[in-house]
């Protein structure tokens, strides 16, 4: 099947512009997945992975909310962040993971709490992407993704 454009761009930059046969995004109602063709769509994106295949390769990436929209075989996404699994850095993301937990356990308002949940989804994204490409580079078979809500 002839692949279909995607472009990843946020309010910065262009973050991924290719053909590619796959997509899978965390739609706010679950996982999308996209292929060519597909009908137009527009919804709204939480915190999780994205996962790309082209040319049978699998690419990673994150993002912490937006929208996608489908239109013309030309799939865009426009995230309020996003990552390409190479520039993500696992320290930053692991010691954010931490903070959100912590704020979790001592939040004193409903708006604290949905803050530190929202961090701790985005955290635990950038980590399991980065986890992901690590057992990929191993040569290891990709595990079921954990459910995106
Ligand atoms: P958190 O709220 O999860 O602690 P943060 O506030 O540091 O994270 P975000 O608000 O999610 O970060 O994103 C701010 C910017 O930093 C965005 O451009 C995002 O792409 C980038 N960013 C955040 N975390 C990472 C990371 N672990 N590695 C690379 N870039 C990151």
Redesign the pocket.
């Known amino acids: 099947m002839a692949p279909m454009k995607l472009e990843i761009v946020?309010a910065?930059r262009l973050v991924y512009s290719e053909d590619v046969d796959v997509l899978v995004a965390p739609g706010i109602e679950g996982e999308l997945g996209i292929l060519p063709r597909h009908a137009p769509l527009l919804t709204v994106l939480q915190p999780g992975e994205i996962r790309v295949s082209k040319d049978g390769k699998e690419t990673y990436m994150t993002v912490?909310g937006g929208f996608i929209e489908v239109m013309s075989n030309t799939v865009t996404i426009l995230a309020?962040?996003?990552?390409r699994v190479e520039?993500?850095?696992?320290?930053?993301?692991e010691?954010?993971?931490k903070?959100?937990q912590e704020r979790i356990s001592s939040a004193v308002s409903e708006m604290d709490l949905q803050r530190a949940m929202?961090?701790?989804k985005?955290?635990q994204a950038?980590i399991g992407v980065v986890t992901r490409r690590r057992r990929q580079q191993r040569g290891e078979r990709p595990t079921q993704q954990p459910p995106t809500q």
């Open positions: 946020t910065e912490s309020d962040t996003a990552e520039d993500i850095d696992a320290e930053r993301a010691a954010a993971f903070r959100a929202a961090s701790l985005r955290s950038r």
